[in-house]
T-cell receptor, first 115, second 115 residues
């Protein structure tokens, strides 16, 4: 069964510094990959998604992610973070075998941007 | 109202109470989902409805009873809950479970506390 690992539960970073949030998934069959952000007291908002095509995906708020099939990874990056990026970030995977509507989520990474 | 709305946003209930959570989507979607979000755990898919029919029940205890009267509304009826059921309950919707591109849109959640 598909699984998603977000190794970092918390990532502190100073404002305007770059950040990378890591995501690895277990199966290399045809997958769709997503990053969601959750601000305090809010639901999940889609940042970006990989369905096919270019392995570098650009999303909202200056975030991007790179799909690496050989390493089964989909790491999220931002070159310069802002205080407002403080939130929890979730990686999710779905695959054609299980049903693309079945999202498997990671445990989340709490990004804290420091002034 | 736009997107996915959930009411109430916060709910405190005793173990013998009966209450209901409501979700409404204004996106013209046909699939709706209930998720449970507990601290330090991945989001857990509870139920899936497609065109008002339940297509997924992930071994959820019978004290949780979903209802989907139409494609725009989804309820989660709660009775005789346990303290470990305290969590954030998220509703989501998507075009349908049958399409390959199945981006899910989330509501803000209901924070449930069981005393």
């Amino acid at each position: 069964a598909q699984s998603v690992t977000q190794l970092d539960s918390q990532v502190p970073v100073f404002e305007e510094a770059p950040v990378e949030l890591r995501c690895n998934y277990s199966s290399s069959v045809s997958v769709y990959l997503f990053w969601y952000v959750q601000y305090p007291n809010q639901g999940l908002q889609l940042l970006l998604k990989y369905l096919s095509g270019s392995t570098l995906v650009k999303g909202i708020n200056g975030f991007e992610a790179e799909f690496n099939k050989s390493q089964t990874s989909f790491h999220l990056r931002k070159p310069s973070v802002h205080i407002s990026d403080t939130a929890e970030y979730f990686c999710a995977v779905s695959d054609l075998a299980s049903g693309t509507y079945k999202y498997i989520f990671g445990t989340g990474t709490r990004l804290k941007v420091l002034a | 109202e736009t997107g996915v709305t959930q009411t109430p946003r916060h709910l405190v209930m005793g173990m013998t109470n009966k209450k209901s959570l409501k979700c409404e989507q204004h996106l013209g979607h046909n699939a709706m989902y209930w998720y449970k979000q507990s601290a330090k755990k991945p989001l857990e898919l509870m139920f899936v409805y497609n065109f008002k029919e339940q297509t997924e029940n992930n071994s959820v205890p019978s004290r949780f009873s979903p209802e989907c009267p139409n494609s725009s509304h989804l309820f989660l009826h709660l009775h005789t809950l346990q303290p470990e059921d305290s969590a954030l309950y998220l509703c989501a919707s998507s075009q349908s479970t049958a399409t390959s591109l199945n981006e899910q849109f989330f509501g803000p959640g209901t924070r449930l506390t069981v005393l």
